[in-house]
Nanobody
Framework: QVTLVESGGGLVQAGRSLRLTCAAS????????MGWYRQGPGKEREWVAH???????VYANSMKGRFTISRGNDKNTVYLQMNSLKPEDAAVYYC????????WGQGTQVTVSS
């Protein structure tokens, strides 16, 4: 019903920034929340942030101050702006959407070099 495609990952030097994009298609009218998880090597999947259909963002405590989640005006896209990246931020970042079901993107790799 809903397809999510992430983009924007890549290799970045520590201290610099990346912006991830999640594009939704399909039956998107039922979505009530969209957000991001990440999973680094040998780590559990970790919730990063979400934004509600009303545009209200919520962040994991460890992400506050460096990461910003936002939504496009058409509500078909969400963004994750990542600033001051650290090596421990390296992970596969997954977009998700919920509302009448839960949907996941395929993930986009973020690598941070020292």
């Amino acid at each position: 019903q809903v397809t999510l495609v992430e983009s924007g990952g890549g290799l970045v030097q520590a201290g610099r920034s990346l912006r991830l994009t999640c594009a939704a298609s399909g039956s998107i009218s039922s979505i009530t929340v969209m957000g991001w998880y990440r999973q680094g090597p040998g780590k559990e999947r970790e919730w990063v942030a979400h934004i509600t259909s009303a545009g209200y963002p919520v962040y994991a405590n460890s992400m506050k101050g460096r990461f910003t989640i936002s939504r496009g005006n058409d509500k078909n896209t969400v963004y994750l702006q990542m600033n001051s990246l650290k090596p421990e931020d390296a992970a596969v970042y997954y977009c998700y959407a919920a509302g009448g079901g839960t949907y996941w993107g395929q993930g986009t790799q973020v690598t941070v070099s020292s």
